[in-house]
């Protein structure tokens, strides 16, 4: 798997006080989002679940805070761009479906009509899929269909393999249509109820990437998900909330695991 590079644009510049390592000014591109009236907790979201996501190695655009020195008031997260220009990349994010492709199985999720996409996806990335979609059902994000990019295509001796993760606003506080819908259906059993990954995946490469979830250290999670500080509209007292929902919550990932990305969807007859 290729190490994730990011896109510089404009020229790299000196910079103005004296490096002994030859370091330069330049800019990255990035995808910048802020907490609005439909989504007042997405900065946070993002920001915790991309913490969580480095932490366990997923192959996830990093992302970090961001802050516009003409307005210091709002909260923004900037996930940085991803340089794939020249990679073949598969962008689920804005691909149309193929109405010349054969029907999928019936029960399968289709939402989109990118099922024969998504298999292909795992089966030429068996491991990262199943982490992804694992770390999916832990934080309560249900539009990965949407939020994918990968390199389809067999073709090892030209580029090298490419698959990432972007996005994760609709998840942990903001999976519903507020803080306290969200930690209702994060304490959930039955949520979510789908994937777009479900029935695709290996149960060995799905219980390993549980077994890591569990193992998740308490200081790397508070670390990950604590500020200390509000974060937009969330104070400290709502973020160690999420910590212990989330404690709870991955004692529960074998059984939806296995409901959601295991069970086989039920065919009519």
């Given at each position: 798997?290729?190490?994730?590079?990011?896109?510089?644009?404009?020229?790299?510049?000196?910079?103005?006080?004296?490096?002994?390592?030859?370091?330069?000014?330049?800019?990255?591109?990035?995808?910048?989002?802020?907490?609005?009236?439909?989504?007042?907790?997405?900065?946070?979201?993002?920001?915790?679940?991309?913490?969580?996501?480095?932490?366990?190695?997923?192959?996830?655009?990093?992302?970090?805070?961001a802050q516009n020195i003409s307005d210091t008031t709002v909260s923004r997260f900037a996930s940085l761009w991803v340089a794939d220009q020249n990679t073949r990349i598969f962008d689920f994010t804005e691909a149309t479906p193929d109405h010349e492709a054969p029907a999928a199985p019936i029960g399968a999720y289709n939402e989109t009509g990118l099922y024969w996409q998504f298999k292909r996806l795992c089966e030429r990335y068996p491991l990262e899929a199943a982490q992804l979609a694992v770390f999916d059902l832990w934080i309560g994000n249900e539009d990965r269909d949407l939020n994918i990019k990968g390199q389809l295509e067999e073709n090892k001796e030209i580029e090298p393999n490419?698959?990432?993760?972007?996005?994760?606003?609709?998840?942990?506080?903001?999976?519903?249509?507020?803080?306290?819908?969200?930690?209702?259906k994060l304490m959930s059993n039955t949520f979510p109820s789908f994937h777009p990954m479900a029935g695709m995946l290996g149960a060995?490469?799905?219980?390993?990437?549980?077994?890591?979830?569990?193992?998740?250290?308490?200081?790397?999670?508070?670390?990950?998900?604590?500020?200390?500080?509000?974060?937009?509209?969330?104070?400290?007292?709502?973020?160690?909330?999420?910590?212990?929902?989330?404690?709870?919550?991955?004692?529960?990932?074998?059984?939806?695991?296995?409901?959601?990305?295991?069970?086989?969807?039920?065919?009519?007859?």
């Open positions: 798997m290729a190490i994730l590079s990011y896109l510089l644009i404009g020229d790299e510049t000196d910079l103005a006080q004296r490096s002994t390592t030859q370091a330069r000014r330049g800019q990255l591109q990035v995808a910048v989002k802020r907490d609005g009236d439909e989504n007042p907790t997405q900065v946070y979201s993002e920001l915790v679940a991309n913490r969580l996501a480095q932490f366990l190695g997923l192959p996830v655009a990093m992302g970090v805070a490419v698959l990432f993760a972007l996005d994760q606003g609709n998840s942990l506080f903001s999976c519903g249509i507020n803080p306290k819908e969200s930690i209702s060995f490469e799905c219980g390993e990437m549980v077994e890591r979830i569990n193992a998740i250290p308490d200081w790397a999670m508070l670390s990950a998900i604590v500020f200390g500080v509000q974060i937009g509209s969330v104070i400290p007292d709502r973020q160690y909330e999420l910590y212990d929902v989330l404690d709870e919550r991955r004692k529960l990932l074998r059984e939806l695991v296995q409901r959601v990305l295991l069970t086989p969807p039920r065919c009519e007859k």
